[in-house]
């Protein structure tokens, strides 16, 4: 096991590849249990199908999914010489883009996957443009397929200058971004340089996650601890159960849940099973508060220092980016927001100011309306509490996706908050 952690989203569109890419990952690194390949590699060879263990075990992990038993792709982990990597975020999933957002602030990095066979697709666009407005840092592209494709390095420019243009035009900075051709199925470049690819004289995939920035992990911002859910556990009482976002908490500390507006004293804090004095971020916790009930709090609250409680907002303004609306956002437009674990309906109370996304400038003051493609400054309303921070200030809490008819319309940052 390595030090350093990281949380690793895999994003593209559906059928370029990501399952098997996370199986061959889990495969490349020892991460699959070894009597798995070894009952694998009995029955290849018993089907006279020797060297064909890593199709068994993908194999293997279809069929669980499809009878749902699922080798969940979630939560999967894998090691590396530099870091213990955990993703994030399970390929396939029908939520899978809500569950970034709101979860998004977990994925450190994300390696995205284009077939060299299809290039650019809907989907690649959608979470591209999402990593760039969660603030992913860095992103891996793998080129995958190079098989289908035998290898010609014209296709893999072909895709790179198409995924370029598509980074660009969200502004992510392409300097952040390594192209890597493999075949997630052949295991080409994934941990071994591959001659398959003479023309190819850059890091293999698991060189360019190794070279990933180290995650500086938020521990001198204020506790931020948005509630997943809330248990009741005998003899030890109301567990709510979430993720630190940033902060730390020891016992002890006097906490506050706000929008529910209660607090108390942290009296125990469990963490895989077993009592901790102490959780930091990243740190999936269940703790108990004293004297606070099963209904006095929600999903949705977020816990954080009583002397400095996290805000909740009256209204707020942020920037937002919309990607795909089937007429045009006004004033007075209310869908709902998903913002950390919380989903309020929101008013969409004015539009300030339109953004030319080229040049991040002014287009035009009080605009009557946005639609597709465009990037505004808006003011919105809350039809409930919501509690949300100023992306400059803990960026953690600061980002949140607008979701109507099913589908994500749009992805913004938090520029300031106006309390109650
Ligand atoms: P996902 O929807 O992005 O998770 O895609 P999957 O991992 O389920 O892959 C979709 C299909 O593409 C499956 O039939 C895979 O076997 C196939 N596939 C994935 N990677 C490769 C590859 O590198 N080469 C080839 N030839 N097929 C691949």
């Given at each position: 096991m390595s030090e350093q952690h990281q949380n690793l989203a895999i994003i593209?569109?559906?059928?370029?590849g990501k399952s098997t890419l996370v199986g061959r990952l889990l495969y490349e690194t020892g991460s699959v249990p070894e009597h798995v390949i070894e009952q694998h590699r009995e029955e290849a060879e018993e089907k006279g199908k020797g060297g064909f263990e890593f199709a068994y075990v993908m194999d293997n992990l279809a069929e669980e999914r499809e009878r749902g038993v699922t080798i969940d792709i979630a939560h999967q982990e894998f090691s590396t010489d530099t870091y213990d990597f955990t993703i994030v975020d399970c390929p396939g999933h029908r939520d899978f883009v809500k569950n970034m957002i709101t979860g998004a602030s977990q994925a450190d990095n994300a390696v995205l996957v284009v077939a060299a066979d299809d290039g650019v697709a809907p989907q690649t666009q959608e979470h591209v443009f999402l990593a760039r407005t969660l603030g992913i840092d860095e992103l891996i592209i793998g080129v995958n397929k190079m098989d289908i494709v035998d290898y010609e390095e014209s296709t893999f420019d072909e895709v790179v200058e198409e995924v370029n243009q598509l980074l660009n035009q969200v502004q992510f900075q392409t300097d952040d971004a390594s192209f890597i051709p493999i075949s997630a199925f052949e295991g080409d470049n994934i941990a071994e340089a591959s001659?398959?690819?003479?023309w190819y004289d850059g890091v293999t995939l698991l060189e360019a996650l190794n070279n990933l920035p180290e995650p500086e992990p938020?521990?001198?911002?204020p506790l931020r601890l948005p509630i997943q859910d809330v248990y009741t556990i005998s003899g030890i009482g109301t567990v709510p159960v979430g993720r630190i976002e940033t902060g730390v908490m020891n016992t002890g500390d006097d906490v506050s849940f706000q929008p529910s507006d209660v607090g108390g004293e942290v009296k125990t804090i469990e963490m895989h099973h077993e009592e901790v004095p102490k959780a930091e971020p990243g740190d999936n916790v269940g703790f108990n508060v004293r004297g606070i009930g099963k209904d006095d709090i929600r999903r949705g609250d977020v816990c954080g220092p009583a002397d400095d409680p996290p805000s909740v907002a009256e209204t707020f303004q942020a920037q937002v980016v919309v990607m795909q609306h089937p007429s045009v956002i006004t004033a007075g437009y209310t869908p709902v927001f998903h913002a950390h674990t919380a989903q309020v309906a929101c008013t969409?109370?004015?539009?300030?100011k339109k953004m030319?996304?080229?040049?991040?400038?002014?287009?035009?003051?009080?605009?009557d309306f946005i639609q597709s493609g465009d990037a505004a400054v808006v003011t919105i309303r809350p039809q409930k509490p919501l509690s949300i921070e100023p992306s400059s200030e803990i960026p953690e809490l600061g980002s949140f996706a607008i979701r109507d008819m099913g589908q994500t319309i749009a992805a913004g940052k938090v520029l300031s908050v106006n309390e109650k």
């Open positions: 593209g569109h559906v059928d370029h001659d398959n690819t003479p938020p521990t001198d911002a969409i109370e004015s539009i300030d030319d996304p080229a040049s991040g400038e002014v287009a035009e003051e009080n605009p």
